[in-house]
Structure formats: structure tokens, C-alpha cells
């Protein structure tokens, strides 16, 4: 299996060593005690440092903690194994603005992108703009067709731009998909 392939596998959640498979059970079976479980997850880590699998477990068990720096800090992480995966920089910031092939389908291409959309969010709940603003602006690159549903993301960017009185709704984020859901959008 040439190593595209594999990564591809591992995307999917197959190609776990028994070993790790068994910790991130175990985290899983412990997710009510965080402690027990991230111990779970670093060994989990120890074993498979760039098993995404194990990424994507370290980031839930972050995020859905509420320790949103800790889940960017692994969504980095994440975008770094899914760039040497598809040859891109290891720097998101380096990635050249173009469409990547296979959003719609390629596993490791849609595991990149998914990531850069995760990282994107939790650059907004960690008010940090600039970052947000700038991987918006790759994702609008690589994913024109906003396969990932990215370009939502960016409704709630400006929107939060834009600000709104504490006693109006804000408007809502008229629904598109596919290309149509970023041109509702000039660049910012």
C-alpha cells in the first residue's frame, strides 16, 4: 500500500494498530472522568503520534471539554500530518491558493479541509479574526465548491464583524451550497 493509500486507510479509521484502538476505547469508555481518559488518549498518542484517528479523538476530547486552545493546538497538528499526506507545506499559510483536487471524495484531501474548517471555528470562538479570516481565505482557495461547507463559516465571520444591538436577532445566513455559498461573499 503506497503511502497516499495508507493515509487515506487511516483517515477512515482503518489501519489502527490493536494497541491504539484499545486506548481510544478506553477513552472513550471514560469520558466522563477527562483525567482517566486523556491518559488514555497519551497513550494512544505515545503509540500513534500521526494516526489521525488518535488527532481527531485528542481534538473531541479538547473541544467538547471546552479547552478550545488545546483542540487548536491539535487541529495544527492535524493539518501538518494531512500536508505531508498530500505533499502541501506543513505551514497552512504556505498553501498555495488553488483549488486542491478531491474535496468531494479523497478522503485525505476532505480530512485536510475539514480540519482548516475546524480550525477556522475555533479561531472564532477564540476571537482571533486575523487567523480566521486568513484560513477562510484558503478554504475559499482550496474548496471553491465549498464541499466541506465552509463558506457558513464566513457568514458568521462578518456577521460577528458587523456586530448587532443585544435586543435585535441578527439576520440569518441565507442558506446556499456549492459555489453559490461563496460568492454570496466578496473578499475581506
Not at 5 to 14: E, N
Not at 15 to 29: D, F, K, N, T
Not at 34 to 46: E, I, K, S, T
Not at 123 to 141: H, T, Y
Request: glycine share 6%.
Amino acid at each position: 500500500m503506497d503511502a497516499a493509500a495508507g493515509f487515506d486507510a487511516a483517515v477512515l479509521g482503518l489501519a489502527l494498530p490493536p494497541s491504539v484502538e484499545a486506548a481510544l476505547a478506553e477513552a472513550g469508555r471514560l469520558r466522563a472522568d477527562p483525567p482517566a481518559a486523556m491518559a488514555a488518549l497519551m497513550r494512544a498518542q505515545a503509540l500513534a503520534p500521526d494516526h489521525p484517528a488518535v488527532l481527531i479523538a485528542l481534538y473531541r476530547h479538547h473541544f467538547y471539554g471546552h479547552r478550545l486552545h488545546a483542540a487548536r493546538d491539535v487541529a495544527r497538528q492535524a493539518l501538518r500530518v494531512a500536508a505531508q499526506a498530500l505533499g502541501l507545506p506543513a505551514v497552512w499559510r504556505h498553501v498555495r491558493l488553488e483549488p486542491l483536487p478531491g474535496a468531494r471524495h479523497e478522503p485525505a484531501t476532505r480530512f485536510y479541509l475539514f480540519v482548516l474548517k475546524g480550525y477556522v471555528y475555533l479561531s472564532l470562538r477564540l476571537d482571533d479574526g486575523v487567523e480566521a479570516r486568513d484560513a477562510l481565505a484558503l478554504l475559499r482557495a482550496l474548496d471553491p465548491e465549498d464541499c466541506v461547507g465552509a463558506a457558513l463559516l464566513e457568514g458568521v465571520r462578518r456577521r460577528a464583524l458587523e456586530g448587532s444591538a443585544d435586543d435585535e436577532d441578527p439576520a440569518p445566513v441565507p442558506v446556499a451550497t456549492g459555489a453559490a455559498a461563496w460568492n454570496r461573499f466578496t473578499p475581506a
